[in-house]
């Protein structure tokens, strides 16, 4: 079975050193340690690798150091966490004794505002009902027409390829996923300003990850050319929503049908709605995060099918039992199990979101370890898919363990887990399966000659380098 990863970045368990107690002494400016970790030096002289490529760092010092690190960092102490039963313990045992005020969301922040992906515990807790009709069975069930218009514009656009061409599925998904969220959240076509907007979100997006890698950034109002970069970029996302709320609120829905209604007419418990700058930051956020986890997911699907055409043709076999070349319904859903182990072995194997961090509100044990209040928590979903103790060969693409119910779900989490596990689940699941199935049912993808698995880049999401060039072949 091929690999995964074209670069392996995890060592068999027995290659990991046995966790240990912190050397004697060791303390950062009197913050004592609690953990084993790399010493004040040795992350100095790794800093440009951090910088490089943040997720091998981590996968780096998890193979040296055991389940739980502490960084030399003092303010705040800061652990990597890829214990199973402490990972679970700050997200759904003890998850209300860790916030989101970190680094991390922080600069996501500058994207996204306050909306309901970075928000704190506290304002989480208002917008959270507000949001949630809008994912209620209902929303999904309408969500099938909109990902069958985003799979008929892809079928049109690889149809009138000569043969043997090849076409950047990374970005026909992101297109893809982008019109499914305009459509079924907000009721506005976005297809024709999809690239721009695409490259918007991707721009910005690219300034929160560099902002996030270094110590010291300059302040907004600073005409450096990451300011000016991110600020355009801003500015595009700002006014295509602003264009969707003044055309809605100029013939206003009597009856909510999307997300952008819902937002428009609700109230919290005090009777006040909200402003146009806190509908700005919803709406923004599931434009970013609506569309890119998803298209980023359906990609590594796409190179991991690509890399193993036994699993493709399985699944094009299923497609052809279940849809025949119809159009999807949402009774379909449940009637593709290849497809759906398929998108899970996928999430499992190249989580768009690979780095989750929180910030411990009180002291507590996780791994054996002690965490004091305050401190930073560091995990990644992507460590802890591929743990050995929980996942067996856990490099391998097999979909077949999400089949046969040897899947340890409690460690399983693409979506986070516990009370702020991603609102959008169920809608990236159905439009993912429902895209995987019908796109297999037309299209056959391979790696043009001499191409292999793309080299993950660790950006806000798990992202390929150079795109994913593949060859496509029309099955009818």
């Not at 992101?174 to 918007?200: C, I, K, N, P, Y």
């Amino acid at each position: 079975m091929p690999t995964a990863t074209s670069d392996d970045t995890s060592r068999p368990m027995s290659e990991h050193r046995p966790a240990s107690d912190p050397e004697p002494g060791r303390a950062f400016l009197g913050t004592p340690a609690t953990a084993p970790g790399p010493l004040g030096p040795q992350m100095l002289r790794a800093f440009s690798a951090i910088r490089a490529n943040p997720l091998e760092y981590l996968s780096t010092v998890w193979q040296e150091y055991g389940d739980v690190v502490q960084f030399p960092i003092p303010r705040p102490p800061s652990y990597l966490v890829n214990d199973p039963d402490g990972v679970r313990r700050v997200l759904v045992g003890n998850g209300r004794a860790y916030g989101k005020s970190t680094i991390q969301y922080r600069s996501l922040s500058l994207v996204t505002g306050e909306g309901l992906l970075v928000a704190d515990t506290e304002p989480w807790r208002r917008q959270r009902p507000l949001v949630q009709p809008a994912f209620h069975h209902e929303t999904l069930d309408h969500l099938v027409g909109h990902v069958d218009t985003a799979v008929q514009r892809i079928f049109a656009d690889w149809e009138g390829l000569p043969p043997g061409a090849a076409v950047d599925v990374d970005a026909a998904m992101m297109h893809g996923a982008l019109e499914v969220v305009g459509h079924a959240l907000f009721g506005t076509d976005l297809s024709a300003d999809a690239a721009r907007l695409a490259t918007a979100t991707l721009a910005a997006l690219d300034v929160v990850v560099a902002r996030a890698r270094v110590p010291v950034t300059p302040p907004g109002w600073v005409p450096t050319p990451a300011n000016r970069k991110l600020q355009g970029a801003v500015r595009e996302l700002d006014d295509a929503v602003r264009r969707m709320m003044t055309a809605r609120r100029r013939e206003p829905a009597e009856v909510p049908k999307d997300m952008l209604d819902l937002l428009l007419a609700s109230h919290d418990d005090t009777g006040a709605g909200l402003t146009s700058s806190e509908v700005r930051d919803q709406v923004v956020t599931f434009i970013v995060a609506g569309h890119e986890t998803v298209a980023s997911a359906l990609t590594w699907a796409w190179a991991l099918l690509g890399a193993n055409p036994q699993v493709q043709r399985d699944l094009q076999d299923e497609s052809d039992s279940v849809l025949g070349g119809r159009p999807a319904t949402f009774s379909d859903y449940g009637r593709l199990p290849l497809a759906r182990a398929v998108f899970d072995e996928s999430l499992r194997l190249y989580p768009p979101a690979w780095l989750i961090t929180r910030r411990s509100r009180e002291a507590d044990v996780l791994g054996g370890r002690e965490i004091p209040a305050g401190s930073l928590i560091i995990l990644s979903p992507w460590l802890l898919h591929r743990h050995p103790a929980v996942w067996a060969d856990p490099e391998s693409f097999t979909p077949d363990r999400f089949l046969s119910g040897r899947a340890d779900r409690t460690a399983f989490i693409p979506f986070g887990a516990g009370l702020r596990q991603c609102i959008g689940k169920d809608f990236a699941y159905v439009e993912g399966v429902l895209m995987l199935s019908s796109i297999a049912g037309r299209f056959h993808l391979s790696f043009p000659e001499g191409g292999r698995l793309p080299r993950a880049e660790p950006l806000v999401t798990v992202r390929p380098v150079g795109g994913l060039p593949m060859l496509v072949t029309n099955r009818t």
